[in-house]
């Protein structure tokens, strides 16, 4: 079985300041991982996907990802926060079973303060 | 239209109305899903379609069915709902194959009343 679990539930950081979203899985086989952005009023959107190719994934808006398998962990980062930033964001993971199902972290509510 | 649509955007029933939720994907996937997001729990994957056909219901009462008449439809009929059914529910696609992100719809906000 695979899990996620997202560490703080709720981050606050000032705009221009590192964000550091943290995510940990756990998998049987070697991992699919993604974070998606959820923005209030709307559906998730993929910011970024590691699917085995390099271990630093660079996705959209600013935001990459770096996956250590030696530690479980696929950590979202972006250097320099901005106001429209602040959405929830969800790790989720994928064992490439038949029918490409994901299992989601409980997500993190970024929150940017001026 | 591009991507994956839902209607309604927002739906308020009473315990006895039935009521369907319909999602439209336009991006030529064969796997389509909905989960229930919850303000206290994190999203649930509630059903999986791949090629039509019915791959994967996670423990969803009854109260819940699900359609899939092609790879490109799927409805959630609903019907003697709970209060503690009222979330937002999602709608999403992909290529049904390891490894490929799942596209998301923007949900239906469901009020039980």
Not at chain 1, 52 to 66: D, H, Q, R
Not at chain 2, 6 to 33: D, F, I, W
């Amino acid at each position: 079985a695979q899990s996620v679990t997202q560490l703080g539930s709720h981050v606050s950081v000032s705009e221009g300041a590192l964000v550091l979203l943290r995510c940990n899985y756990s998998s049987s086989v070697p991992p699919y991982l993604f974070w998606y952005v959820q923005y209030p009023n709307q559906g998730l959107q993929l910011l970024l996907k590691y699917t085995s190719a390099a271990t630093l994934v660079k996705g959209i808006n600013g935001f990459e990802a770096e996956f250590k398998k030696s530690e479980t962990s696929f950590h979202l980062t972006k250097p320099s926060a901005h106001m429209s930033d602040a959405a929830e964001y969800f790790c989720a993971v994928s064992d490439g079973n038949a029918g490409n199902m994901l299992t989601f972290g409980g997500g993190t509510r970024l929150m940017v303060k001026p | 239209e591009t991507g994956v649509t839902q209607t309604p955007r927002h739906l308020v029933m009473g315990m006895t109305n039935k009521k369907s939720l319909k999602c439209e994907q336009h991006l030529g996937h064969n796997a389509m899903y909905w989960y229930k997001q919850s303000a206290k729990k994190p999203l649930e994957l509630m059903f999986v379609y791949n090629f039509k056909e019915q791959t994967e219901n996670n423990s969803v009462p009854s109260r819940f069915s699900p359609e899939c008449p092609n790879s490109s439809h799927l409805f959630l009929h609903l019907h003697t709902l709970q209060p503690e059914d009222s979330a937002l529910y999602l709608c999403a696609s992909s290529q049904g194959v390891a490894g490929n992100e799942q596209f998301f719809g923007p949900g239906t906000r469901l009020t039980v009343l």
